[in-house]
């Protein structure tokens, strides 16, 4: 099963990426706010929806975020 | 022949990616203690008194900086050498390695300016009264340098209010090179025995390239090595 894993910074943590992307932006010409710069992880896992929706919280917990700064977000897709 | 006259045995490990192990282990052999290489795939210690991490980019910093390297066999034996009250330093990645791995408190982001910093930096001391400043007064202001892009230490209002409140904040920033919370350059675990600093005092040990104050950090961590071998167990 394809598993996506959307990392994002937490919210109220400073994101100094995301302001800098956000100033680029405007300098093009956007009219842009709230860009904050995250992480995609695609993942194959094998099991059941729900088996696979454990595993890859437990990876989350373990490796793929940080819980200090980061929130994350599991997204199973239809094989 | 006292136990304390020995010198003090200290492993420094490489992961793949390191690069300041070799004047990690210069600077120490320098400072009268016996470096030991180990290599992060090794799953024992040798029989050391303490542990230095080097600075680096170990793993490429993929995922985070310090993420991967904390999984790697020989990380697992520095945890069980922490847990039993080893002596233990991270510098620049050590460090990063360090929070990843539970060891110390808080997390390092990257750089509020977005740049690289490299330069010497002022840091204070603010305790003299732990493993790695005893050499130091309180307050003492040193001169290091600092060489990362990810150094901005960061905790949530919580922990750093615990973290003062303990006194864990064992080092800070007289000039703040990379908009670090509370200009905290150096923390240390609330036991006492496992630092973590951004600057680097291996590369600090000699006037002949700029500063020796990181040899206060190094001697004070060497002297309390000597200290606990001439104890008898």
Known sequence: ?79 | MTPSSAPARVAVITFPGSQDDRDAVLALNNLGAQAVPVWHADEELPDVGAVVLPGGFSYGDYLRAGALARFSPAMEAVARFAADGGIVLGICNGFQILCEAGLLPGILRGNVSLDFVCRDVPVRVERADTAFTSRCASGQRLVIPVKHGEGCWYADDELVSELEENGQILLRYEENPNGSLRDVAGVINREGNVMGLMPHPEHAVDPLLGSPDGALILESMLDAVRERAAVPA
């Not at chain 1, 896992?45 to 994350?72: F, Q, W």
């Open chain 1, 1 to 79: 099963m394809k598993v996506s894993v959307l990392v994002r910074p937490k919210a109220g943590i400073l994101d100094p990426q995301g302001e800098a992307v956000e100033g680029s932006l405007r300098k093009l010409g956007f009219e842009v706010s709230g860009a904050r710069v995250g992480r995609l992880i695609d993942l194959e896992v094998e099991g059941s929806p729900d088996e696979a929706r454990t595993k890859v919280d437990e990876m989350c917990h373990k490796l793929l975020a940080n819980p200090l700064i980061e929130s994350y977000e599991i997204e199973l897709h239809d094989a």
